[in-house]
């Protein structure tokens, strides 16, 4: 495929892309980037099944979609197979090597309560990338002054309901920590998420506190799916203590929410082996499970 053949359709993916994200979609974007003619081709390959492109084989197409599903279920954010690992009756494009690039819109986690909580996990997941929407129906709580990082959203809310509406939306790559200080915040607040469907769900509290305020929503008709689908009481646990740890807590469940970790120790392996010692050799690292990363 020459370059000026593949511009019309460059363009076509790029415009879909565009509008997934308007949307709150996600798709796998497959590209050819070694080992045929076809390099540079594009195809966007939707979570809904729904393509857009053209690898310049309909065979092709057909084993990129089909596989596209499969790599959007590993929650990968990149990764290049080759087509004879992904489609292997392609014997004459065997050696041609797709990248397939995750694209979603952009992170965002929406909390309710600017409490001493609310205010470091703003702070923090700031730091770490993530868009921040900070509500609080008490507007001293929400301002520059307090809250000077850019991603960070500030919204007095004369209304909990209707600002949870209007920062959610459809939910789709949405984060919600519902941090507020008290029962009847949380909720009211809770119950407004409801009618949207975010990523994650978490709310504050003991497990009576926020056993008493999911019983009350199921009582009255919400949905028992997505009611167990909340993670209540919020974070991991790291035996957090203080306000700052606790953000640290509550910011990794829904690292490990985004990226399918499981969110127990990379070292775990290594203590379950006999005598806890894994198999280190003198001066080594020894073997063993690869790291996730390398500080």
Known sequence: MSDSANRPASAGVNAAIGQLLERGGTAALATVVAGSSLVGAKLLVESTGETTGSLGSRELNNAVAQFGQQFLATRDQAHTYSVRDLAPPLTALAATRILFERIQPEPRIVIFGAGHVGAALAKLASFAGYHVTLIDDRAELVTRERFPEELIELVAAESW????????????????????????EDEECLRAVMDSTPDYIGLIGSKRRTNIVLERLRATGSDSNRLAKVRAPIGLDIGAV?????????????????????????????????????ELGKGGMGKGRPGHYEG
């Open 161 to 184: 309901t209707k600002a949870a509406g209007d920062a959610i939306g459809k939910g789709r790559g949405v984060s919600v920590a519902i941090v507020t200080r008290g029962h009847a």
């Open 242 to 278: 203080t306000p700052e740890e606790v953000a640290v807590a509550i910011l990794a469940e829904i690292v490990a929410e985004r990226r399918g970790g499981e969110g127990g120790s990379l070292s775990a392996w290594r203590r379950d082996r006999k005598g806890g010692t894994g």
